[in-house]
């Protein structure tokens, strides 16, 4: 279930609070809140270290399977009758930027009554083309109706590794495609 911004936003059902009060009941001698969640953290710091600076699989225990970059190529490509044939992403800002342009003076409401109007999309020159995803390898799991669950780090994460794929020279070679 989604909430707020949209997509990136995704509604819990356990968060630390609860987590914290299932190990305080559990444990006989507990370790201080805060020294928990740091624990935690520094856990998620070094499996996003793992992960995505050095292309490494995560396993996740518990015969859950392991966690690991995925790379795509996500070049333009066409079909036969010239139409964009791969699902590359819109650019909205450059898009709307384009439609001012195209249609000036128009409304968004009159904009949105004009059809075939032209899309301005992501075509990830910075990456050489190449797409980056979290990718959760169920092959080795064992639970029971894997294709309900799904992998989604948090904004965080998402946007730490979004960073170093543009800035580290060399990081997007070292994922499987």
Do not use: C
């Not at 909430?3 to 305080?24: A, E, M, P, S, T």
């Not at 935690?40 to 518990?62: A, P, R, T």
């Amino acid at each position: 279930m989604f909430f707020g911004r949209g997509r990136n936003k995704v509604k819990v059902d356990y968060g630390f609070d609860d987590i914290y009060k299932w190990y305080k009941e559990e444990s006989k001698n507990p370790l201080d809140k805060k020294i928990a969640r740091n624990i935690i953290i520094d856990f998620n710091n070094e499996v996003l270290k793992s992960v995505v600076f050095e292309g490494h699989d995560h396993s996740l225990g518990g015969r859950l399977g392991s966690i690991r970059i995925r790379k795509f190529d996500n070049n333009l490509k066409l079909n036969k009758k010239g139409e964009i044939a791969n699902k590359l992403k819109p650019d909205w800002p450059k898009t709307y930027e384009l439609w001012n342009k195209k249609y000036p003076g128009k409304s968004p409401k009159e904009l949105k009554e004009i059809k075939n109007k032209p899309l301005v999309y992501h075509l990830n020159e910075h990456t050489d083309g190449y797409v980056f995803k979290w990718y959760w390898d169920k092959i080795t799991s064992n639970v029971k109706n894997q294709t309900a669950y799904s992998f989604e780090p948090i904004r965080t994460i998402k946007r730490e590794a979004a960073k170093a794929w543009k800035n580290i020279p060399g990081l997007r070679d070292i994922y499987y495609e």
